[in-house]
């Protein structure tokens, strides 16, 4: 399973389009990068005014005070889950998506396996870098069992079929 | 965990994946289910050697949440592990 | 009740499914202890002492007899032929294999159970009043919001994976018979000066380590922002609750650190941009959930029935029994009815499955075919006919469930303790057995009257010992047990968390000890009609300590 395609969106694995900058590492003067909050928030003119799309990278804990009024500058949000048992990155996608109306690409990025797909999915997130083995192999084959009926609004709404009978109910199929 | 001045002798214990019965490790290297018969660490050295097996057969997905155990004259210290041993000390309900 | 249509059965059968495949994978090796372990607590899966344990939802108690037969079953077949109801209203099952679990979850959704979520750091079974639908003095049937919020949190792809497990309690008339103010969530259903339907909600209370009674955010929440003030709360919590330190991780200790006010603003603040939204709960969806919860076809009888008047003036046993036991019913001619599984000397709150069906039948026959689980742990048959409880008494008495001690000293709430659960630090059966047989003369009961003992064998609580008007802690001193006694707690809407009376007890001293307590309250007590809490909460701790420690 080649590490050079480690995201996966729209049903198949792609290569990375996005460089990560690290905090001390120059911004290139093209192409689309990524940087952490801390970054973006102080050097946000000069990725603005640079050639390339404004990706940000935000750790569980960083909320979006000080991003949301760039939103319409940026084309890809990561959310990392260092553990994925830190459910935070969750609300923080659903808020971008239903309270902030962003529309690119919402990435997951980190511990990121199988069990929470649909989760991920439904919270909002289109895409996902994997680098779980069984994670991406049961991507790979589609093998992935997962429930397909659902309680409640999500931040999917567009990808899912609603009912029948209760206001709520979903159909993720 | 405290430190202690002297040290017990130890044995290892775990419950099996499958079946989440109480299990010993045995001096074969094996799971049993009779405390009489696990491998007893009588030095600080053999402990770690007993926990670091014990450790890869969680690892291999044999047992689960291996610790290592005093004992002193083939009975448990700990009244919770003397309970794992034995059982529940009340009897299920009556019919 | 809630009765399934395909919807609701799909979703049970893709989660066994999916749960099936976790096993297999964890089994395999696929998936480490680690990453396993969360997803086999989403499902109610525990490693204890002995074994594992399935806890069983149970949604807000309501049981058919058809369920109850299939959990004696289980209990037959995978377990050791009985079962432990808990005081979130749910059952456990303490010998379980996990390969076994795919196939008890399979045997389950059969007849419309799951253990989804009864574990883990989601949200947790949605509790409520174990009289709901009967008693005479609801607003509403509060299991109707009960099982709209267990929808609405089922697999929550938001919230299943909060700091620490979430706890929500619904309860409809004014006498809280669900302890919503030491719930994460509490919801008290009331109604405005409008005719309008609402809840009084309460956030923050819970027991354990840091016993906290909640804290009121709103006095008035209409019935159709249910969700979406929930989905706030939970919102607030995800984000900015402490993740460093599982003791400090619940909503309580938020609640505390950010202060009354703060965390009220912040989720009015939230609310106000959720309200009116895709969360509204539109009143046909009330209805169509209400249609469920509508009592049963109940025939038209007199209020009073001379027969059963007549059975109980000749047998003192069932006189007892239609005292504590029986509570007034909505309906005239009828009477819920409370199984006490606190036989004399018995682990509080368990059943044999040859229990569990004979109750079945019972409930098929007299009970409209419905039974509660309360969270004191006993059973509810709760549509019972005036004249037909002497024959009901009867057949309890014979299967060893007829005690007529409901509320009673003997009615003792205990978690499972360190015979059974890996938390524990000290047993709790025993200390109830032990209880139990030394209080178990019916005339000493009828005389000390209404007294809550609650143990739990560790700081987790699970006895509810805070709110126990009595509560025993078994707690470790040195590898012995040892055991603190708290006084005045009560879990009802006048809630109060225990006082710690002073220093703890050996396992030898503590049977003592409540006696003690119990015959200083006999003697101070202003007359029969003052219960202990009354008692307590005029004279406070001196007198009960002073009983307990002179020398």
């Known amino acids: 399973m080649p590490d050079d395609a480690p995201i996966f969106r729209d049903g198949t694995f792609h290569a990375d389009a996005w460089t990560l900058i690290e905090d001390d590492a120059p911004l290139p003067p093209s192409g689309d990068i990524a940087v952490g909050k801390t970054r973006f928030l102080a050097e946000i003119q000069a990725l603005r005014a640079r050639n390339g799309s404004i990706g940000v990278v935000l750790n569980p804990g960083e909320d979006l005070d000080g991003i949301v009024e760039h939103l319409d500058r940026i084309t890809l949000v990561a959310l990392r889950f260092t553990k994925f048992s830190d459910g935070r990155p969750y609300s923080v996608a659903r808020l971008l998506r239903d309270r902030h109306g962003y529309r690119g690409e919402l990435r997951a990025t980190g511990d990121v396996l199988r069990d929470q797909l649909v989760f991920l999915m439904r919270a909002g997130f289109d895409s996902l870098h994997v680098s779980h083995a069984g994670t991406r192999e049961a991507l790979r084959k589609g093998s992935v069992i997962a429930v397909r009926y659902h309680y409640q609004p999500a931040s999917a709404e567009a990808r899912e079929t609603a009912g029948p009978v209760s206001p709520w109910r979903r159909r993720s199929f | 965990m405290a430190r202690k001045k002297d040290f017990h002798p130890v044995a290892a214990t775990a419950n099996d994946l499958r079946s989440g019965a109480v299990v010993y490790r045995e001096p074969g290297g094996g799971w049993g289910p009779d405390l009489r018969r696990a491998e007893i660490a009588e030095s600080p050295e053999a402990a770690e050697r007993l926990l670091a097996q014990a450790k890869a057969d969680h690892d291999a997905c ?15 210290i700990a009244l919770r592990e003397r309970i794992r041993d034995t059982g529940p000390t009340v009897g299920p309900a009556h019919s | 009740m809630y009765r399934y249509d395909e919807f609701d059965h799909a979703f049970v059968r893709e989660r066994v499914a999916e749960f099936r495949d976790q096993v297999a994978r964890r089994l395999s090796g696929e998936l480490t202890e680690e990453q396993f372990k969360p997803l086999r607590l989403m499902n109610g899966v525990y490693l204890q ?77 949605v509790t409520a009043d174990h009289f709901a ?83 009121k955010v709103r006095d008035f929440l209409p019935e159709a922002d249910l969700l979406s003030y929930c989905e706030a709360i939970l919102r607030l919590y995800n984000l900015e609750g402490r993740r460093d330190n599982k003791y400090k991780a619940r909503i309580k200790i938020l609640v505390h650190e950010m202060g009354e006010e703060e965390v009220t603003r912040a989720i009015e603040a939230e609310f106000a941009q959720l309200q009116g939204k895709a969360l509204t709960v539109p009143a046909p969806e009330i209805d169509r959930i209400a249609h469920y ?37 909505k309906v005239p001619g009828y009477g819920i009815v409370t199984i006490s599984l606190k036989p004399i000397g018995q682990p509080p709150g368990d059943a044999t499955s040859e229990q569990m069906e004979a109750i079945a039948d019972l409930a098929e026959r007299f009970s409209s075919d419905e039974i509660r689980v309360s969270h004191e742990q006993n059973l509810v048959l709760p549509h019972v006919k005036l004249d037909d409880i002497p024959v009901v008494f009867a057949q ?26 890996s938390l524990a630090n000290a047993r709790s059966i025993p200390i109830a057995q032990r209880l139990s047989k030394r209080f178990q003369d019916l005339d000493r009961q009828t005389q000390i009257g209404d007294l809550k003992i609650k143990i739990s064998g560790c700081i987790n609580a699970c006895g509810h010992h805070h709110v126990g008007h009595i509560g025993v802690l078994g707690v470790d001193r040195k590898g012995e047990e040892f055991y603190q006694l708290t006084l005045g707690g009560s879990g009802d809407e006048t809630c109060s968390i225990g006082e710690i009376v002073g220093p703890g007890f050996s396992s030898d001293q503590v049977v003592d000890a409540v006696e ?35 020398r």
């Open chain 2, 62 to 76: 044999l047992v689960v949440e291996p610790v290592l155990i005093e004992i002193a004259a083939g009975r448990a």
């Open chain 3, 49 to 125: 002492l002995h074994a594992y344990m399935l806890r069983i939802a149970i949604p807000y108690g309501t049981l058919s007899s058809r369920q109850l037969r299939r959990l004696a079953h289980i209990g037959r077949v995978y377990d050791k032929g009985s079962g432990h109801f808990t005081t979130r209203q749910n059952l456990q099952f303490n010998w379980i294999k996990l390969a076994d679990v795919p196939q008890i979850l399979e045997e389950l959704a059969g007849v419309e159970m799951h253990a989804i979520q009864t574990s883990g750091n989601c949200i947790r079974n």
């Open chain 3, 133 to 215: 639908g009967a008693a005479a003095d609801e607003v509403a049937d509060p299991r109707i919001y009960a099982e709209i919020l267990r929808q609405w949190s089922s697999l929550h792809p938001e919230f299943s994976f909060l700091p620490r497990k979430f706890k929500l309690a619904v309860t409809a008339a004014p006498h809280d018979r669900a302890a919503v103010q030491v719930h994460d969530i509490g919801l008290h259903m009331k109604v405005n000066e409008k005719g309008e339907r609402g809840f009084a909600v309460w956030v923050g209370g819970g027991q354990g380590r840091t016993p906290m009674v909640a804290k």
């Open chain 3, 293 to 329: 919860f509508a009592l049963p076809a109940l025939e038209a009888l007199p209020a009073r029935s001379e027969y059963y008047e007549s059975a109980r003036s000749l047998d003192p046993l069932l006189a007892l029994f239609a005292r504590r036991n029986v509570h007034a019913h």
């Open chain 3, 396 to 421: 309890l008495q014979k299967i060893g469930l007829g005690m007529p001690n409901a509320g009673f000293v003997t009615d003792i709430i205990a978690c499972p303790g360190l015979d059974f659960c």
């Open chain 3, 516 to 550: 003690t307590l119990v015959d200083t309250y006999l003697k101070l007590r202003t007359s029969p009609e003052e219960p202990f809490l009354s008692a307590y909460r005029r004279l406070g701790q001196a007198p009960f300590k002073e009983a307990l420690y002179a």
